[in-house]
């Protein structure tokens, strides 16, 4: 008798087990609900997701500029604007160096760099002769244009992948026509300058050494 009730007994606690397992009358397993995956933003100062400050990067006038070297600079221009150029750098890395942690004031430093780059082009300016001068502002007129249509091309294209193909074909056909006219116009490049560089290859942004969340990563944001 008693084993007969045993028996009964683990049936019934095999059913009950069973029962649950299918997700109770409806006979509908329930599932755990799935975690959404999310992407893990760099956290900012202050334990805030963000990203950081991106630090400019200057490109040397006298090498890299897609203008200046068309110049046919001589050796003391040359040097002249190298003791310049090497001012500006300490005065900026000091400025990005003072900001420390602070991810506002490395910001408020990168806004500075163009101001700071435009005050180095104008000092650079009085060494210049008068048909360099003359040179220069033909090779800005024709970045300003090929910059501007590159703008439009882009904007008209809008999020469609195919249109964005073809504008790009567009823009790297306009980018050569502007080389082409520089070339002619204001002197051949005796390097490659970062005009006639196909896209550059997207980094993930480095992390400052300073401290998290004011990244370190660099910007080509030297304007003609």
């Not at 005065?91 to 990005?96: A, Q, R, V």
């Not at 060494?127 to 007129?141: H, R, S, W």
Request: glycine share 10%; with cysteine; charged share 45%.
């Amino acid at each position: 008798m008693l084993r007969k009730l045993l028996v009964l007994v683990m049936a019934l606690a095999v059913g009950c087990v069973a029962f649950a397992q299918e997700g109770g009358e409806g006979g509908e397993v329930k599932e755990a609900p799935e975690k959404k995956k999310g992407k893990k933003g760099r956290k900012g100062k202050g334990g805030r997701k963000g990203r950081g400050a991106r630090k400019p990067r200057f490109h040397s006038l006298t090498k890299l500029d897609p203008l200046y070297p068309r110049l046919s600079l001589t050796e003391e221009q040359v040097k002249k604007i190298e003791e310049l150029e090497k001012k500006f750098v300490e005065d900026f890395e000091k400025l990005w160096t003072d900001a420390g942690e602070d991810v506002a004031k490395k910001k408020e430093a990168a806004g500075k760099f163009k101001e700071m780059l435009a005050a180095l082009k104008a000092s650079v300016a009085p060494l210049l002769t008068e048909d360099q001068k003359k040179k220069l502002e033909v090779g800005k007129a024709i970045l300003t244009e090929v910059r501007t249509k590159s703008m439009e091309a882009r904007k008209a294209a809008g999020k469609d992948r195919n249109k964005r193909k073809e504008a790009m074909k567009g823009i790297r056909k306009l980018h050569k026509e502007a080389m082409k006219q520089l070339d002619e116009k204001v002197g051949k490049h005796p390097g490659k300058p970062l005009e006639e560089k196909k896209g550059p290859k997207k980094k993930k942004p480095k992390k400052d050494k300073g401290g998290e969340g004011a990244g370190n990563a660099e910007v080509e944001v030297n304007e003609f």
